[in-house]
């Protein structure tokens, strides 16, 4: 599932590339992928995108915006004369749409924007702007680590992390993850900045001490710096707002290396089983 560092790549890809565009025409392949009235956006200039945890929000120069959430292996591409790179295979074939794109978008001056999702569990939703924090998915989304320059949802300061982990008997990984309580950490990212901090996953949030707290709080925006820096983890289905794979899962720290050697060679990388998740981490590193 596309993590903060996938989403705030599209994001950024999309400031580029898609603002200013007007949307055309929508055509909706499978239906339950799209929600809302979109007769209120046809025509009216993209003025901005933003992200919300591992939410997109795509706004308009009117009172509305496309919220898009990619669920497992949702993806958004851009093409126009200029952006027509090779496509990643991930998109589904090697021209778009793809058997992969349920809801194609025509936009002007011949640009398309594509909504990819191979398992369709993701959606895309015309809203009022200010029906948008009525959604749960959105209104909920707990405070997220501020990277890159902006932030549209609620930052997580040291204090509400500390209150929130401290308040806590579930194992840290699965309080990490927990989108209610912190927004945009999801698999990869609990389980490298886990290992960063040297801190069992399995350990309760209320037994962490204020150094353990203070290097994981560090360790989190760590990762999710280093993996805004190589464009995300293409480790499933993630592709980039021009349909190119990130590098991040050829730089992880322990996520999905059960059996080799620990990055700090004193140990070798476990896997187990963790609130239903698979959970990497070093026995000899992380107490
Ligand atoms: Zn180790």
Request: charged residues 25%; contains cysteine.
């Amino acid at each position: 599932m596309p993590e903060l560092p996938e989403i705030e790549t599209v994001k950024l890809g999309l400031k580029k590339y898609l603002v200013g565009h007007k949307i055309e025409n929508i055509e909706v392949r499978i239906p339950k992928m799209f929600a809302g009235s979109a007769k209120q956006i046809i025509g009216v200039k993209i003025i901005n995108i933003k992200r919300i945890g591992k939410g997109l929000i795509i706004e308009f120069e009117n009172d509305y915006l496309l919220a898009v959430h990619f669920k497992m292996t949702g993806q958004l591409v851009f093409r126009d004369a200029k952006n027509n790179q090779p496509l990643s295979p991930k998109v589904g074939g090697d021209i778009l749409p793809s058997k992969y794109s349920h809801i194609i978008f025509t936009l002007d001056k011949g640009a398309m924007l594509y909504y990819n999702d191979l398992r369709q569990f993701g959606w895309v939703k015309v809203l009022k702007k200010d029906e948008l924090m009525h959604m749960p998915f959105f209104g909920e989304m707990g405070p997220e680590p501020k990277v890159g320059n902006d932030l549209a949802g609620k930052e997580l300061t040291f204090d509400y992390f500390k209150s929130v982990l401290l308040k806590s008997n579930l194992p840290i990984k699965v309080i990490l993850m927990d989108q209610k309580k912190i927004g945009g950490i999801g698999n990869i990212y609990a389980n490298d900045a886990l290992f960063k901090a040297g801190i069992d996953p399995r350990k309760k949030g209320k037994t962490l001490s204020g150094e353990e707290l203070d290097k994981l709080y560090k360790a989190i925006f760590f990762v999710l710096e280093k993996s805004l820096e190589y464009g995300g983890s293409s480790d499933e289905n993630f592709v980039n707002a021009l349909g190119q794979d990130g590098a991040y899962q050829n730089h992880t720290l322990v996520y999905g290396k059960k059996g080799e050697k620990c990055p700090n060679g004193n140990g070798t990388i476990e896997k187990i089983q963790l609130g239903g998740r698979g959970t990497f981490f070093c026995p000899a590193c992380q107490r």
